[in-house]
């Protein structure tokens, strides 16, 4: 096989949108223990809208290829890993990499697709399945018969925990917009509008509290999502974008929240907080592997039997990376933003 020339999207630096830059360059063939994946989709996270702004945790330094996750067909494999993988259809967390035509990935880290499951609708489950099922499930222990509370349930994430949430019979409290309410209504939420009075809309429909809250927002409405938990309950924050657009050190958001979160913690309170990072555990790499695998192959499992059903907001293709970028900064969708393989020449 000759080496592949794959087209990558690049983020240069701290840029608007606009200000991504296409680019092309051969591959060399999969190294020992790789596969050469072909992209189908990808997506637009909140991780890469941070990192256009040179404000995520811990990105890489500029000029790199983002792509948190991929979802694409192995076009080849190097020494070491099974032949019978060409072919398949795969999904892997990739972090950064992901807005390319093909990439090498460590054949250790792909998970299967279910062959019903197509590449567009895989993909919205990918860092947001992994995300809302270790949270809701793992973080949370949330169980049925229980109350939760989702900020931004209209998102890609939101949309998915929503989602995860009612299949194990959970009830859900989901804030977004007035013009988002109906289609988080018709995802099992109880929709409450973000720019009124949070509390007190939560409060009017759990009085007791809530059991859990999913929090991606951060800044000081954190202390109003510790407040609305019932005796019990647990905060999971996973974000700070209210801090987004802040000036300085973009790791002194999250260390500020951290120690809010650890305060918490230690008043007697009978309440509990914690900060989810879907990276958490890396170190041990087969124990992290084995979990990423199995808790996404328990999401696309329940996508592909119909109780999870795909919030794709469009369909964009790699060379309109921007275009994608900008769309999902509006706060205008519901769902995610899918990235898909730009059209045959």
């Known amino acids: 096989m000759s080496n592949i020339i794959a087209t ?18 051969e591959l060399p063939q999969p190294g020992p223990g790789e596969a050469l994946v072909r992209m189908e989709a990808t997506g637009v996270s909140f991780a890469e ?56 990935v460590p054949a250790d880290d792909l998970v299967p697709v279910p062959e019903g499951l197509a590449a567009d609708a895989a993909e919205t489950f990918v860092v947001n399945g992994i995300t809302a099922w270790q949270m809701l499930h793992r ?19 939101g949309s998915t925990l929503v989602q995860l949430a009612r299949a194990a019979g959970i009830r859900v409290i989901g804030t977004a917009s007035a013009r988002n309410a109906d289609a988080v209504a018709e995802l099992g939420a109880l929709p409450v509008d973000y720019r009124g009075d949070v509390a007190a809309q939560v409060r009017a429909l759990a009085p007791g509290g809530v059991d859990a809250v999913f929090d991606h927002v951060g800044g000081p409405g954190i202390v109003d999502s510790f407040a609305l938990l019932a005796p019990g309950g647990t905060l999971v924050s996973y974000g700070s974008a209210a801090t987004k657009d802040e000036e300085g050190n973009s790791r002194l958001p999250v260390l500020k929240l951290f120690a809010r979160l650890l305060w918490w913690n ?49 369909r964009i293709p790699l060379r309109e990376a921007a275009r ?7 706060g205008t969708v519901t769902g995610k933003v899918v990235i898909v393989a730009d059209p045959e020449s």
């Open 324 to 330: 994608a970028l900008t769309l999902a900064e509006s």
């Open 49 to 104: 809208q941070q990192m256009r702004r040179g404000k995520y945790y811990d990105q890489p330094a500029f000029p790199f290829v983002p792509g948190y996750d991929v979802v694409g067909m192995v076009a080849a494999v190097g020494a070491g890993v099974d032949p019978a993988l060409i072919g398949r259809r795969v999904a892997a967390l990739t972090k950064i990499g992901g807005w390319s035509s093909h990439l090498a």
């Open 139 to 157: 973080k949370a222990k949330a169980r049925a018969g229980q109350t939760i509370l989702v900020h931004g349930a209209n998102g890609g994430v």
């Open 8 to 25: 990558e999207v690049v983020l240069p630096g701290r840029v608007e949108p606009e200000g991504l830059t296409v680019t092309t360059r």
């Open 266 to 314: 230690a008043l007697p309170n009978n309440r509990s907080a914690s900060f989810y990072n879907i990276w958490a555990g890396r170190r041990r790499r087969s124990r992290f592997r084995s979990r990423l695998a199995t808790d996404l192959g328990a999401v696309l499992d329940l996508a592909e039997r119909g109780a999870l059903h795909p919030q794709i907001a469009a």
